[in-house]
C-alpha cells in the first residue's frame, strides 16, 4: 500500500476496507499498551485530530453525478428528434432513469480502447449519429477517453452549445448546412 503511494498504483486504498477492522484492533490494542493515562489520552487525542480534516473534505466535496439537474436541463434545451449520443454507453442508464420526454432519439457511443484508426473514424461516426442534423454528446468529466471522441464531433460538426452539470458535460452539435 505504501508502495503504491510512492510509485505506480499497484495497490488501491479501497481494497484496504477488509484490513481496516483487524487494524483497528490492533491500534487500538497499541494504544491501550501505552504506560501512562496522560500518555495514551494525547495519543488517541492526536489520531482524532488527524482523521478530521480528511473527513470533512469528503464530505464537502460533492462527488456523484448529477443527472437528476443535468436530464432536465438537456431535455428543455433540445427540440424534437433530436440525437442523444452517450459516450461511453452506459451513461444512457442514468439518464433514462430521470428522463422524461420520448420525442429524442438515443444511442450509446462505443467505448474504445484504443481509439480507432484515423480512417476508421468515418464510418464509426456516421453509425453513431446518422443524418440527425443536431446532435447532443453526454460524457462525463475526469475520462481522459472523450477526448478524441469530442474531437471527431467537432471535427464534423459545429458545436452550438456546452452545458457543464456536476461532472457532466453535454455538447451540441448541428451539422453545417448544406
Do not use: C
Not at 79 to 85: I, W
Not at 133 to 161: C, K, N
Not at 169 to 174: G, K, M, S, T, V
Amino acid at each position: 500500500f505504501l508502495l503504491s503511494r510512492v510509485s505506480s498504483p499497484i495497490f488501491l486504498e479501497k481494497y484496504t476496507i477488509a484490513a481496516s477492522v483487524p487494524f483497528a484492533v490492533l491500534a487500538a490494542e497499541g494504544v491501550a499498551l501505552l504506560p501512562l493515562a496522560p500518555v495514551r489520552a494525547l495519543v488517541l487525542s492526536g489520531l482524532i485530530l488527524l482523521g478530521v480534516p480528511p473527513l470533512r473534505a469528503y464530505y464537502d466535496t460533492i462527488r456523484k453525478d448529477n443527472w437528476r439537474a443535468a436530464v432536465p436541463a438537456i431535455e428543455e434545451r433540445a427540440q424534437p428528434d433530436d440525437l442523444l449520443v452517450f459516450y461511453p454507453y452506459f451513461h444512457q442508464s442514468p439518464f433514462d432513469f430521470y428522463r422524461r420526454r420520448s420525442d429524442l432519439a438515443e444511442r450509446a457511443f462505443p467505448l474504445f480502447d484504443p481509439p480507432p484508426p484515423a480512417d476508421g473514424w468515418s464510418h464509426v461516426m456516421e453509425r453513431a449519429t446518422g443524418s440527425h442534423r443536431r446532435v447532443w454528446l453526454i460524457t462525463l468529466q475526469g475520462d481522459p477517453t472523450r477526448a478524441v471522441v469530442i474531437d471527431q464531433f467537432r471535427q464534423r460538426f459545429a458545436e452550438r452549445l456546452h452545458l457543464t452539470l456536476q461532472h457532466i458535460d453535454a455538447y451540441l452539435f448541428e451539422k453545417p448546412a448544406p
